[in-house]
């Protein structure tokens, strides 16, 4: 069973917050990614990184940003936050090479009042 | 570029009855597909995948996936339907090749199984 954490996995907050979700996880995986979900919809990659201190944007353009200081460790921030930004943010990763399966962990729900 | 399409975005089967999620895909190189579940206010749960060894693949809960290249398809299906089987399923292509193991997601397909 994959170990990957997000918290809080629930967030109602006010326009104009900055608020940082969290991800982390226990596999040692060098791959990691945010992606963007509204209710009853795709996934859209917003952020992705390639292990520590490398960060690229995803398909989809946000206003949020990331770091990966750890390997273990992959937040996304939004230092100012919108009702456009309500949604759910799921946090994936996996290891380098062979078959590329991604492990998702139970994803934030995120509501801007 | 790589896409999938999911043909379907509401499918509602009777209980017991064969369950057939449909996923095409368009890929520039052979690609690695794969069929999530997401029930609800969860994440995403690998059902099965195929990376280029036997073209039908056998995944969790009696799910299994045919790769058919001249269809440029992967479809998914159950014999029989059972209850703890609504959810959102999503099919998903990358291609493979180290560097580039990004995840394109088609639009998901809703699930209902009917008692």
């Known amino acids: 069973e994959a170990d990957i954490y997000q918290t809080p996995r629930y967030l109602v907050i006010g326009t104009g917050k900055k608020i940082t979700l969290e991800c982390s996880q226990t596999?040692?995986?060098?791959?990691m990614y945010w992606y963007q979900q509204d209710p009853g919809m795709e996934l859209h990659l917003i952020h992705y990184s390639y292990g520590v201190n490398s960060t690229e944007k995803g398909d989809l353009s946000s206003e949020s940003t990331v770091s990966r200081i750890r390997t273990e460790h992959f937040p996304l921030t939004l230092e100012s936050a919108r009702p456009s930004h309500t949604s759910q943010y799921l946090c994936?990763?996996?290891?380098?090479?062979?078959?590329?399966?991604?492990?998702f962990g139970p994803g934030t729900r995120l509501t801007v009042l | 570029a790589q896409s999938v399409t999911q043909l379907g975005s509401h499918v509602s089967v009777s209980e017991g009855a064969l369950v057939l999620l449909r996923c095409n895909y368009s890929?520039?190189?052979?690609?690695?597909l794969f069929w999530y579940v997401q029930y609800p206010n969860q994440g995403l749960q690998l059902l099965l995948k195929?990376?280029?060894?036997?073209?039908l693949v056998k995944g969790i809960n009696g799910f299994e996936a045919e790769f058919k290249k001249s269809e440029t398809s992967f479809h998914l299906t159950k014999p029989s339907a059972h209850m703890s089987d609504a959810a959102e399923y999503f099919c998903a292509v990358s291609k493979g090749n180290f560097g580039n193991e990004k995840l394109t997601f088609g639009t998901g397909t809703r699930l209902t199984i009917i008692p």
């Open positions: 195929y990376t280029s060894a036997a073209t």
């Open positions: 596999m040692g995986h060098d791959k």
């Open positions: 994936a990763s996996n290891p380098s090479g062979g078959a590329h399966e991604q492990f």
């Open positions: 890929s520039s190189v052979p690609p690695y």
